[in-house]
């Protein structure tokens, strides 16, 4: 079974809409920690945010928003008005227990923002 | 420049040859990582190391070897490439404090073997 779903593939939204990327997780362990990473078209990948098991405040960054719910493991992240420049591969990842051995990357959701 | 250096961008080789991904770190981090990314599995680790000296397999290490004589340079090398390890390879560092950090990512090499 995969440890992190990102069951959207691609998506594709106008400017300006809001668009919200969805991430499952699965772990048995009670502390771990919650990525979200951003592929731009140059390739290179960008944390945009961590999360430890224990914090369920949602948090907000601008026009980005990250949903963290323990009861159904997810950890989604809205994009609100969105922009051309949002237009990216997205990925939410997890790591169990301060051991990199168990970081896990979802398989990414490719996301247009067409003007 | 400070950061993350993979090289080369771009490697196309034929099956069977041994190849080496370079990889250079400037913020002296102790962690240093291979991915490679697929379509449709993400990224999966090939290997990490520690530290110097220190390295350890990941999820998928089957047929890559590596190396980390300095802290700052981690390469990966095939020992003999096969079609199926055509593939985007991302080198990472990340710096621990007491938990699991952010990875800082290079630029990727683009490796086709034909």
């Known amino acids: 079974a995969q440890k992190v779903t990102q069951a959207q593939t691609e998506i594709s939204v106008v400017e300006k809409e809001d668009v919200t990327l969805d991430c499952v997780y699965e772990t048995r362990d009670t502390t771990y920690y919650l990525f979200w990473y951003k592929q731009p078209p140059s390739g290179e990948l960008v944390f945009l945010i961590r999360r430890n098991s224990f914090d369920e405040q949602n948090e907000i960054s601008g026009r980005y928003s990250w949903n963290f719910q323990k009861s159904t493991s997810s950890f989604n992240f809205t994009i609100t008005a969105s922009q051309v420049v949002d237009s990216a591969v997205y990925f939410c990842?997890?790591?169990?227990?301060?051991?990199?051995?168990?970081?896990?990357f979802g398989s990414g959701t490719k996301l247009n923002v067409k003007p | 420049d400070a950061g993350i250096t993979q090289s080369p961008r771009y490697k196309i080789t034929e099956t069977g040859r041994q190849v080496t991904l370079m990889c250079h770190q400037t913020w002296s981090h102790s962690y240093m990582f291979w991915y490679r990314q697929d379509l449709g599995h993400g990224l999966r680790l090939i290997y990490y190391s520690a530290a110097a000296d220190i390295t350890d397999k990941g999820e998928v290490p089957d047929g890559y070897v590596v190396s980390r004589s300095k802290t700052e340079n981690f390469p990966l090398t095939l020992e003999s490439a096969t079609r199926s390890q055509t593939s985007v390879y991302f080198c990472?560092?990340?710096?621990?404090?007491?938990?699991?950090?952010?990875?800082?990512f290079g630029s990727g090499t683009q490796l086709s073997v034909l």
């Open positions: 990472a560092s990340s710096e621990t404090t007491g938990g699991i950090e952010k990875l800082f």
């Open positions: 990842a997890l790591s169990e227990d301060y051991n990199f051995n168990k970081f896990y």
